[in-house]
């Protein structure tokens, strides 16, 4: 169980978030929404104990802020927005940091063990065929899906994701929603992540905590949330209407003579 009370954080001494609570169970996933500057990355890294805060991050009874580094490790697995990456290695050495957190010292061995559980984690996003191609020869996308795979190499109770989807494409973006659901639900893990697409947070949440200007105006079911009139308000226009519209078009009856096909 992942349990905010009374939090509060920010940077250089001025508070960003105010007052957050909320509670995550366990074989439950959790979006938070919200328009660009509210918070929402702020949110992850308080939980991911990246930035100081006031009132409490508890995770199974414990204060993130009193967790070891390694021990934190295993409980909290971050994915954050990926931009560019510097370092020339594999694709299997990538995700075998993921199991920095269960290694005895600094130079030691990958064990058999953890080996089994780097591959798996490969397969799981479906780069196992190039699991020895260098990082920096990847395509935005194919990079998304070595960091998520890290993340589940390092096998954590919850697992934080700042906008995990933006570099993919449709299918993609749906098989690693999939892919994570699976993950809460065989393992009876917690996902909390950030989402623009409110589309996709339709599809995927179990739950979805709104913020503005750093504190909640809204916290519970996807479909009831995503209703509340507030939501025009918070991200200026007629959501609903704007997504209706839309529909209306992909249900347009296609007209031939206008289609170019090769
Ligand atoms: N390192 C930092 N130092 C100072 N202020 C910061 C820092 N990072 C973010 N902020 C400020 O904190 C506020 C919240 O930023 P945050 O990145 O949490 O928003 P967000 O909701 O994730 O935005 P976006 O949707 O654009 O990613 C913003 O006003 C931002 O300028």
Not at 20 to 39: A, D, H, Q, S, T
Not at 234 to 257: A, C, H, Q, S, V
Request: proline residues 3%.
């Amino acid at each position: 169980m992942l349990e905010v009370k009374n939090l509060y954080s920010g940077y250089d001494g001025k508070d960003i978030l105010k007052d957050i609570n909320f509670k995550v169970k366990n074989g439950e996933n959790l979006c938070i929404v919200g328009p660009n500057g509210c918070g929402k990355s702020t949110l992850l890294k308080s939980i991911a104990n990246l930035l100081e805060h006031r009132g409490s991050v508890i995770i199974d009874g414990k204060e993130v802020s009193s967790m070891d580094k390694k021990s934190f490790a295993r409980k909290v697995g971050l994915m954050s927005q990926i931009t560019q990456i510097y370092f020339p290695y594999t694709i299997y050495d990538t995700v075998s940091l993921g199991r920095y957190a269960y290694s005895k010292g600094a130079l030691s061995k990958l064990s058999k063990e953890d080996d089994k559980i780097i591959l798996e984690s490969i397969e799981k996003v479906g780069l196992l065929d190039i699991k020895d191609k260098m990082i920096t020869e990847l395509s935005g996308g194919q990079i998304q899906r070595v960091f998520l795979a890290r993340v589940f190499a390092q096998d954590p109770d919850i697992i934080l994701l700042d906008e995990p989807t933006n570099h993919l494409d449709l299918k993609n973006q749906i098989d690693l929603l999939e892919n994570l659901k699976e993950w809460i639900s065989v393992n009876n893990k917690i996902v909390v992540g950030v989402l623009h697409d409110l589309n996709l947070v339709q599809y995927f949440a179990d739950n979805v905590l709104m913020l503005k200007d750093g504190e909640i105006v809204a916290y519970g079911d996807p479909q009831e949330v995503l209703n509340d009139p507030i939501l025009d308000d918070l991200y200026g226009i007629d959501i609903k209407g704007f997504m209706t519209e839309i529909l209306r078009k992909w249900d347009t009856p296609i007209d031939n003579k206008k289609r170019i096909v090769k």
